[in-house]
């Protein structure tokens, strides 16, 4: 057995190396060699890889925004934080530079994402500090769509300051699943570092106020499960809400609003 453990190590190990000493050109023959393959799922993985290990930072960041720009849906921004620091200040110094709107918020979204999954790193909290600023100075975007990614970013790295931006667009924003990812974003901010206690005390009047005057069913189901979350309530299942399911949603409704009433 040890010896099969060292074996996989060495393995391990051996494929890190490689993955390393991949240069730009290498990385370009695969993708064409992906292309032709008319991205083939297995090797799209494998490639996807190759790029999050290699040192080649600004060729991988270049594929992305090209599948971004083309709306291909390959992923290739997974694995992006394997690049560590020295990928999320390139990226930084990326949103300095770009100017189309999309790429810029799809960059930031990107940011977020990444720092989601450093959160034990010693400079989480400082790149949080310094992202949060640029998705406050986005947000108004009048694109629905761009501005449901900057809300969900928010989640990962908000702080309590943020609390009431999202409880805001929870209430007011003009489009159904903005409203629907503030509150969900809310309740993420009680895994990324905002006390709950604070988080409670905070939401707890945007939520029954949300609940009352929301007029889409799903919206309004997302917004009741968010509120059970931050506040260790039972009030509805996700498959409801996912199904849309009206009976549950306006019970679970009335729950949450007799709840809030009673606090």
């Given at each position: ?258 709840f809030f009433k009673n606090i």
């Amino acid at each position: 057995m040890p010896d099969s453990t060292d074996k996989i190590i060495q393995e391990i190990e051996a494929e890190r190396v490689n993955r390393i000493s991949l240069t730009r050109k290498d990385l370009e023959k695969s993708y064409l060699d992906l292309e032709k393959s008319e991205f083939d799922s297995d090797k799209r993985l494998g490639f996807i890889a190759d790029l999050a290990g290699s040192n080649e930072i600004a060729y991988h960041y270049e594929l992305i925004c090209k599948d971004w720009e083309k709306d291909t849906k390959l992923h290739l921004e997974n694995g992006f934080e394997k690049h560590d620091r020295n990928g999320i200040e390139f990226l930084f110094k990326q949103l300095d530079e770009i100017e189309d709107e999309k790429i810029k918020i799809y960059t930031a979204y990107l940011i977020a994402e990444i720092l989601s999954k450093l959160k034990h790193r010693d400079f989480y909290s400082l790149f949080c500090e310094r992202l949060i600023t640029v998705l406050v100075s986005l947000l108004d975007t009048n694109n629905s769509i761009l501005r449901r990614k900057l809300i969900i970013a928010f989640g990962w790295v908000g702080s309590s300051k943020e609390i009431d931006l999202l409880t805001h667009r929870m209430i007011c924003d003009q489009d159904t699943l903005c409203r629907a990812w503030s509150a969900t974003s809310l309740m993420q901010m009680m895994f990324y570092g905002v006390r709950p206690e604070e988080l409670k005390e905070k939401v707890k009047l945007a939520f029954a106020k949300s609940i009352t005057e929301e007029k889409d069913l799903y919206a309004c189901g997302v917004i009741v499960e968010a509120a059970q979350t931050i506040f260790g309530k039972k009030w509805i299942s996700s498959s409801a809400v996912e199904n849309k399911e009206s009976t549950k949603i306006e019970k679970a409704k009335k729950s949450a609003l007799r709840f809030f009433k009673n606090i």
